[in-house]
């Protein structure tokens, strides 16, 4: 069984940092893709497998950065400079093989809020 668990949100002033981890077991990571998305399934990063290719949302360019440990079998999504349109449900995602994002998280909240 594929699980994805996230964990590192909560309550952060704009300005802040904070780093969201994902957890994955029960596929082959080092041949998984991965994504971080928040709301209803918009993009955020996006992660290939050897952690040589990145892309970005336009709105984190600059301000995000995702890596992955494949050895931990997860996901980072290190958050800086945010901002309160920031303010959402993060979920990492799964892409085993290219079969497209499959796995999902249960997904973790971050508040951007002086």
């Known amino acids: 069984q594929v699980q994805l668990v996230e964990s590192g949100g909560g309550l952060v002033q704009p300005g802040g940092s904070l780093r969201l981890s994902c957890a994955v077991s029960?596929?082959?990571?080092?041949?998984?893709?991965m994504g971080w998305f928040r709301r209803t399934r918009e993009f955020v990063a996006r992660i290939g497998w050897s952690?040589?290719?990145?892309s970005y949302a336009y709105a984190v360019l600059g301000r995000f950065n995702i890596s992955r440990e494949n050895a931990k079998n997860t996901v980072y999504l290190q958050m800086n400079s945010l901002k309160p349109e920031d303010t959402a449900v993060y979920y990492c995602?799964?892409?085993?093989?290219?079969?497209?994002?499959?796995?999902w998280g249960q997904g973790i909240q971050v508040t951007v809020s002086s």
């Open positions: 995602a799964a892409d085993p093989q290219g079969a497209g994002y499959v796995h």
């Open positions: 952690g040589g290719d990145t």
């Open positions: 029960g596929l082959t990571f080092s041949r998984a893709a």
